[in-house]
C-alpha cells in the first residue's frame, strides 16, 4: 500500500481516502449507484453548465470555466454570494484553483445525482504534469459544500495549491457592514480576526483553520473551513470585487497533496454568527490533509541524466509521449518518402523560471522543408501557431512543446544531415535531424475511409447557403481534412435549412412555394423529381479534394421531428402526419432523391446513419428506419457499442438490415471475438437471493437495485460472459431495457444500465418490495471451446469500421490519434471515423478557421490523424508489394514487435491498441521497415483484400 504523509491533524478529523476514479466513466452507470430515501438535493447538467440544488442553496459550475462556480444563490432570499462573474476565461467566481487552471476546462461527471447528496467530480490535466481533481458534495438538508481535491504535482519542481474566490454576502459593494473573522496564529505575527471591517494581506491560521465574512445588514455570511491550509489570504482594494483566498505548503514533485475544504453559508442571520463554535464543529467533519506519491512518477533527473549544463541553461529537450519519452536523441532519425512530410513534438522540460524569444534557425537550402511551430493553449484550443516574436516567460516544471514539420519536397533519395539551433532568450541548443530520403513514392491508393465527424457542409462552410465565401472556406477546410484521409463527406442537415434550395426539376420551382401555396399540386402517389443543383458548387469542391464517399443521417421514424423539419414545408401543412405510412412514403421519395443527386455527381458509399449507440430495446425502431433507407437506396448503419457490440443475438437482429458496423474503439475487440473465436452455449438459471436495495435516484419510484453478476454478486456470473438474460418475477418474464433506472416510474422493468455490469436493477410488476416475489434469471453463457464455432457471421457485402475519440477532443495527444489509422489498416477495418473534426460546438474541433483569410491552425491531434494517414498508406503500399507477412512481423501483438498491438482498459472497456504509439522512435522504425522493403521490392504482386 502506498505510504501516506499526513500533514496536518485535523481536529477529529480521518485521512482522506479519494478513490482513484477514472475521468470517463458512463454516465448510465453513474446515474445507476443505488441510494435510500429521497431529499431534495440534485445535481443535474446543461452543457457544460451544472446545478447542484438543495433546501438552501443552488450553485452553478461552470466545467468549462475553470470547474469554478459563477453563481451561489442563497435561498430564499435569493441573493447571490459571489461577487464577480463575467465569463469562464476571466477571473472570477469561486473555487479558482489557481493558477494553471482559472479558465481550463474540466471533465465533468456526475457522480450521484442525489437523493442523498449530491456529488460533481471535476478533473483537468496540465500539460507540464499537473492535474486537479476536485470533487464538490452538496450535503442533505444543510447549507454546506464539502470540496476535495487531489492536487496532482508530476513536475519536477515544487508547485502551490491556491484557491481564490470573488466571495460578497449580502448587499454589493462592500461597506462597513461586511464583517471578517479570521483565525490567526499570534506566534506568526499577526492577532486575530474578530468582527472587524477588514482584513488584509496573509495570515498564518491557528487550528480549526477557519475565516468568515458575513453582511450584518442581510445576515448573509460564508465560513471557510480549510484544515491543512498554510494561509489565508484577503484583497480590499476593490469594493466591487475583494478576493477571499487560502493557500497550501508546496507540494513536492511527484506526490499527490489530499485535502478538503468546507463552505458553510449562512442566510438571514439576524444575530452574530458564532464562527469559531461552527468551524469547530465542522472541522470534525473535513478530513485531514495528507500527502502521498504520485504514481508512475519518476525523478527525471534520475531517469533522464540531467546535466549541470542543462540545469544553467534551465530546460532540456526531450521526444515522444508517456512510456516513449526520452531524451532527444542526437541526431533525430526521420525517414520519409519522397515529397512527404511528418510532424515531430519536441518538448522543452522546463528547469528554472525562463524568459525569452523562442527563435529555430533553420540552413537557408532546408527552409522550405523544416517548419517550426509552436504549442500554445487557450480557451477550447491547443493549437499550433507560428513561433511567437515577443518573450515567453516559461515556469519552472512546465513542458511546453516546439513543432518540426519536417519534409522531403524537391529533394533527391539520399541520407540527410540537417543542423538546426533552437533558442530561448540566450540560452541555445543544437538539433540535429538525421533525414533519409527513400526512392519510394506514395501512390495515394486509399486503404479505407476517414470519417471525420462535422455535422454537416454548413459547419465546414461557415454557413448554410452557397455563396463565393462559403465556397472558399468550405475548400480550406476540406483541403486539411483530405490531407489527414478524410473522404467522407458527411451531409447531415436541418432540412429547413436545404428546402428553400430545392426546386421541381420538370418546372424550376421552388419545392417549398409550391407546398405552401399550392399544396394540391404535389401528388402524394406520384411525388415529382428534385433538383439539388444549387449545391453543385460544394460538390465540385468536395470532388476536387476526394471526398466522394458519402454518409447521412436519419432519425427513427417515430421522431415527431420529420412533422416540422421535412413533412410540412416539403408536401404541404398537415399533409401527411409524422408517423404514418403517408409519411414514410414522403421521407422515402426525398432521401431517394438526394441519393439520385449524389449519384449522377459520381459520388460513391450512400451510407445512412441511424440512431447513435442504441440499446438493444431500441433495435426494432432501428430496422424500421433502416427498412426506410434501403427502400431510399441507402445502406443503414449505426454505432455499435455497449450490450449489442457484444450480444450475438442482437447483432444477427440487425444483420440483415445493417450494412456498415462502425464500433466503438472499446467495443471492437468483443465484437471481432463473436465472428472470429469459437464458443459453446449454454443455459443456466441462478435465483436471485439477496438483499434488494431501495432505488431512488432521479426520483425513481419502486425501483431496486441488487450486485448481480460478478465476483461479489449473488450469482457469481461475469457479466462478459453472457450472451443472452432474462429476468424472471414468479417464473414471468420481465421487460428488459438497456438504459439506466435513474428516474424510472414503470413496473414490470429490469434495467443493464448500458453496458451490463455487476448490477441489475428491477420494478416488480405490482410496485411492491421484491420481497415479496421469487426472482431469478435465465441466462445463456458463452463458454470459449476449440469444439465450437462463431457465433455471428456477417453478410460479406457488410462493412466493417471503427470510430473513437471524446469530447473537448483538442485535448486528445498525438499518439492516440495517431493509433486509430494504424489500427483501422491492422484490423482490416473499412474505414474509420473520429469525434470530431469541426462540429458546430466551439469545444468539438481538432482544426480553427480564421474568419477573415481561411487560414487554418491545426491541434497535436489532428496531427497525428493525419500523420497516422501517411504511415498507413505507406504500409498499404508495402502490403500491396511485399504481402501481409511483412507488415505483421513490424505490426503485431508481439513483445519483439516494431509497433506493439497490445491490450489496454478505459472505464468499462477492453481493447488493443498500438501499446508504444508515443515512442517516435518506434514509429520511424517501423516506417523505415515499410520503405526499405518498398525500395527492394520494386515489382507490384496483386493481393486480394480480405474481409474481416
Given amino acids: ?291 502521498a506519491p504520485l504514481p508512475g512518477w519518476v525523478d527525471e533527473a534520475t531517469r533522464f541524466g540531467i546535466t549541470a549544463a542543462e540545469r544553467q541553461r534551465g530546460f532540456w529537450l526531450s521526444l515522444g509521449e508517456d512510456e516513449g519519452r526520452r531524451r532527444l536523441p542526437a541526431p533525430l532519425p526521420l525517414d520519409l518518402p519522397r515529397n512527404d512530410d511528418r510532424y515531430l513534438p519536441i518538448v522543452l522540460n522546463v528547469l528554472k523560471e525562463l524568459r525569452g524569444t523562442v527563435r529555430v534557425q533553420v540552413p537557408s537550402q532546408w527552409q522550405r522543408q523544416v517548419q517550426a511551430q509552436w504549442q500554445t493553449t487557450s480557451n477550447d484550443r491547443v493549437e499550433l501557431r507560428e513561433l511567437p516574436s515577443s518573450p515567453l516567460t516559461l515556469k519552472a516544471g512546465t513542458r511546453e512543446t516546439l513543432w518540426l514539420r519536417v519534409g522531403t519536397h524537391g529533394k533527391q533519395p539520399g541520407q540527410y544531415r540537417i543542423p538546426l539551433r533552437l533558442s530561448l532568450g540566450s540560452a541555445e541548443v543544437p538539433i540535429t535531424l538525421a533525414l533519409r530520403v527513400w526512392p519510394v513514392t506514395l501512390t495515394g491508393k486509399r486503404p479505407f475511409h476517414v470519417r471525420g465527424y462535422y455535422s454537416g457542409p454548413a459547419s465546414l462552410a461557415g454557413g448554410a447557403t452557397v455563396t463565393d465565401a462559403t465556397t472558399r472556406r468550405l475548400d480550406a477546410v476540406l483541403k486539411v481534412y483530405a490531407a489527414m484521409g478524410g473522404d467522407v463527406l458527411d451531409w447531415l442537415w436541418n432540412w429547413l435549412e436545404v428546402l428553400p434550395h430545392v426546386k421541381i426539376a420538370a418546372t424550376g420551382e421552388s419545392l417549398m412555394e409550391v407546398a405552401r401555396t399550392a399544396p394540391e399540386r404535389l401528388d402524394l402517389a406520384n411525388l415529382p423529381r428534385l433538383d439539388f443543383s444549387y449545391y453543385d458548387p460544394w460538390l465540385a469542391v468536395a470532388k476536387r479534394h476526394g471526398v466522394t464517399h458519402v454518409e447521412t443521417y436519419l432519425d427513427p421514424l417515430d421522431s415527431d421531428r420529420y412533422q416540422w423539419i421535412l ?103 468483443e465484437f471481432l471475438g463473436l465472428l472470429r473465436k469459437r464458443f459453446r452455449v449454454v443455459q443456466e438459471t441462478h435465483p436471485l437471493a439477496g438483499e434488494w436495495g431501495h432505488y431512488t435516484n432521479g426520483g425513481a419510484q419502486e425501483t431496486w437495485a441488487l450486485r448481480a453478476f460478478g465476483r461479489e454478486g449473488v450469482t457469481r456470473v461475469d457479466p462478459h460472459s453472457i450472451e443472452r438474460l432474462e429476468v424472471l418475477e414468479d417464473g414471468r418474464p420481465l421487460a428488459l431495457s438497456g438504459g439506466s433506472p435513474w428516474g424510472n416510474t414503470t413496473r414490470g422493468t429490469a434495467f443493464t444500465s448500458g453496458s451490463l455490469g455487476d448490477w441489475l436493477y428491477l420494478s416488480p410488476t405490482d410496485g411492491a418490495n421484491p420481497a415479496t416475489h421469487r426472482y431469478e434469471v435465465r441466462l445463456t453463457l458463452r463458454r470459449e471451446s476449440p469444439q465450437g464455432k462463431p457465433l455471428v457471421t456477417l453478410e460479406p457485402t457488410d462493412q466493417l469500421w471503427c470510430y473513437g475519440g471524446g469530447s473537448s477532443p483538442y485535448r486528445g495527444s498525438y499518439a492516440n490519434a495517431w493509433a486509430y489509422p494504424a489500427m483501422t489498416l491492422f484490423h482490416r477495418f473499412h474505414g474509420y471515423g473520429q469525434w470530431a473534426f469541426y462540429w458546430w460546438q466551439p469545444s468539438e474541433r481538432i482544426i480553427w478557421i480564421d474568419e477573415q483569410t481561411n487560414a487554418i491552425t491545426v491541434s497535436p491531434p489532428y496531427c497525428g490523424y493525419r500523420d497516422g494517414w501517411r504511415d498507413a498508406l505507406l504500409m498499404h503500399q508495402w502490403i500491396a508489394r511485399a504481402g ?60 486480394a483484400r480480405r474481409q474481416p
Fill in 1 to 291: 500500500m502506498a505510504e501516506e504523509t499526513l500533514l496536518v491533524a485535523g481536529t477529529g478529523g480521518k485521512p482522506m481516502l479519494l478513490e482513484a476514479v477514472r475521468f470517463a466513466i458512463l454516465l448510465a452507470a453513474l446515474l445507476a449507484l443505488p441510494a435510500t430515501g429521497w431529499t431534495q438535493v440534485s445535481v443535474t447538467a446543461n452543457g457544460d453548465r451544472y446545478t447542484l440544488e438543495n433546501a438552501h442553496c443552488r450553485l452553478q459550475v461552470d466545467a468549462a470555466g475553470g470547474a469554478r462556480v459563477c453563481s451561489w444563490i442563497l435561498k430564499p432570499s435569493g441573493r447571490e454570494l459571489i461577487a464577480l462573474w463575467k465569463d469562464g476565461q476571466e477571473i472570477g467566481g469561486t473555487l479558482d484553483d489557481r493558477a494553471f487552471f482559472t479558465a481550463a476546462r474540466y471533465d465533468a461527471a456526475i457522480m450521484n445525482p442525489g437523493p442523498e447528496e449530491g456529488i460533481l467530480r471535476l478533473e483537468a490535466r496540465h500539460p507540464s504534469g499537473l492535474a486537479v481533481l476536485k470533487t464538490l458534495t452538496l450535503h442533505r438538508d444543510r447549507p454546506a459544500l464539502t470540496v476535495s481535491y487531489e492536487f496532482r504535482n508530476g513536475t519536477q519542481t515544487p508547485q502551490q495549491l491556491f484557491i481564490r474566490n470573488f466571495f460578497l454576502p449580502g448587499d454589493k459593494p462592500q461597506t462597513d457592514d461586511h464583517r471578517y473573522w479570521v483565525n490567526a496564529d499570534p506566534a506568526a505575527g499577526r492577532e486575530p480576526v474578530i468582527d472587524a471591517a477588514d482584513a488584509g494581506e496573509y495570515y498564518r491560521p491557528a487550528r480549526p483553520e477557519f475565516a468568515a465574512l458575513w453582511h450584518r445588514a442581510t445576515g448573509d455570511g460564508i465560513l471557510v473551513c480549510a484544515p491543512g491550509a498554510a494561509q489565508f489570504y484577503f484583497w480590499r482594494a476593490s469594493r466591487e470585487f475583494p478576493t477571499f483566498e487560502w493557500l497550501y505548503p508546496d507540494v513536492p514533485p511527484g506526490r499527490i497533496l489530499r485535502t478538503s475544504v468546507m463552505l458553510v453559508a449562512v442566510a438571514g442571520q439576524t444575530t452574530t454568527p458564532d464562527w469559531s463554535a461552527l468551524a469547530t464543529t465542522h472541522a470534525a467533519e473535513v478530513p485531514a490533509t495528507s500527502l
Fill in 567 to 669: 413533412l410540412d414545408p416539403a408536401v404541404g401543412k398537415e399533409r401527411v402526419k409524422a408517423g404514418t405510412p403517408e409519411a414514410t412514403r414522403v421521407i422515402t421519395w426525398f432521401f431517394r432523391e438526394w441519393r439520385r443527386y449524389f449519384a449522377a455527381k459520381g459520388f460513391t458509399g450512400f451510407f445512412c446513419k441511424i440512431s447513435d449507440e442504441i440499446s438493444p430495446e431500441h433495435i426494432p425502431a432501428y430496422l424500421a428506419a433502416a427498412r426506410v433507407a434501403r427502400a431510399a437506396g441507402w445502406r443503414p448503419f449505426t454505432t455499435v457499442t455497449g450490450m449489442v457490440a457484444r450480444t450475438a443475438q442482437d447483432i444477427e437482429a440487425m444483420n440483415p438490415l445493417c450494412d456498415q458496423w462502425q464500433l466503438g474503439f472499446g467495443s471492437k475487440d
Fill in 884 to 943: 501481409r507477412k511483412a507488415y505483421d512481423r513490424v505490426v503485431a501483438a508481439s513483445p519483439k514487435a516494431i509497433l506493439r498491438v497490445e491490450p489496454r482498459s478505459a472505464e468499462v472497456y477492453h481493447f488493443t491498441t498500438i501499446g508504444n504509439a508515443g515512442d517516435f522512435l518506434a514509429l520511424n522504425a517501423a516506417r523505415r521497415a515499410a520503405l526499405a522493403g518498398l525500395a527492394a521490392a520494386p515489382k507490384a504482386t496483386p493481393t
